[in-house]
T-cell receptor, first 114, second 116 residues
Framework: EAQVTQNPRYLITVTGKKLTVTCSQN?????MSWYRQDPGLGLRQIYY???????DKGDVPEGYKVSRKEKRNFPLILESPSPNQTSLYFC?????????????FGNGTRLTVT | GDSVTQMEGPVTLSEEAFLTINCTYT??????LFWYVQYPGEGLQLLLK?????DKGSNKGFEATYRKETTSFHLEKGSVQVSDSAVYFC???????????????FGSGTQLTVLP
């Protein structure tokens, strides 16, 4: 089944403790992206990647890192989480760069930073 | 920059009622427009899309027409069901002004509840 898989689904951590949220897609998609969803704000893009070893900042990249060493994986790294990073995170992918291509989303990771 | 303004929710309707969720956008280029739906505990799923002016996207009884003159992409359904209860997001996809990468801009989402 074609899908985007995120792990974990739920994560509670403390300020300053490094964490990684994994994302994997099995559709051979070139484009991958991370979003955070906050009430009243919709989804905001954190980072995106157009292909292996090609990543770039989205609209709210502060406090996050990503890597794209393989086409299928696009982990999101929080080196020193803070409470304002408490949010619902989504990974998404699409076949290419065209603005026509819809995104395929994972089921989300709900992160709480205390 | 690009922006999407979506009708504030929540919206509560009775089964078989007519649904309209308003969406207007601002864009510098020639964007593609999407409606995504998010069911509880799940990620967003594509509902429909339109890639150029006057295109009509449709799926599962939902429709939206890309209106360039009014910069709108309103979502409609003639008769909603309880199973349509979800959060609906309007989105615009364009090419970033800084280069060739795509940029997807979302509205804030509209919660729809359909009562039996």
């Amino acid at each position: 089944e074609a899908q985007v898989t995120q792990n974990p689904r739920y994560l509670i951590t403390v300020t300053g403790k490094k964490l990684t949220v994994t994302c994997s897609q099995n559709m051979n998609h070139e484009y991958m992206s991370w979003y955070r969803q906050d009430p009243g704000l919709g989804l905001r893009q954190i980072y995106y990647s157009m292909n292996v070893e090609a990543t770039d900042k989205g609209d709210v990249p502060e406090g996050y890192k990503v890597s794209r060493k393989e086409k299928r994986n696009f982990p999101l790294i929080l080196e020193s989480p803070s409470p304002n990073q408490t949010s619902l995170y989504f990974c998404a992918s699409s076949p290419g760069q065209s603005s026509n291509s819809p995104l395929h989303f994972g089921n989300g990771t709900r992160l709480t930073v205390t | 920059g690009d922006s999407v303004t979506q009708m504030e929710g929540p919206v509560t309707l009775s089964e078989e009622a007519f649904l309209t969720i308003n969406c207007t956008y601002t864009a510098t280029g020639y964007p593609s427009l999407f409606w995504y739906v998010q069911y509880p505990g799940e990620g967003l799923q594509l509902l429909l899309k339109a890639t150029k002016a006057d295109d009509k996207g449709s799926n599962k009884g939902f429709e939206a027409t890309y209106r360039k003159e009014t910069t709108s992409f309103h979502l409609e359904k003639g008769s909603v069901q309880v199973s349509d209860s979800a959060v609906y997001f309007c989105a615009l996809s364009d090419i970033r002004s800084s280069g060739s990468a795509r940029q997807l801009t979302f509205g804030s989402g509209t919660q729809l509840t359909v009562l039996p």
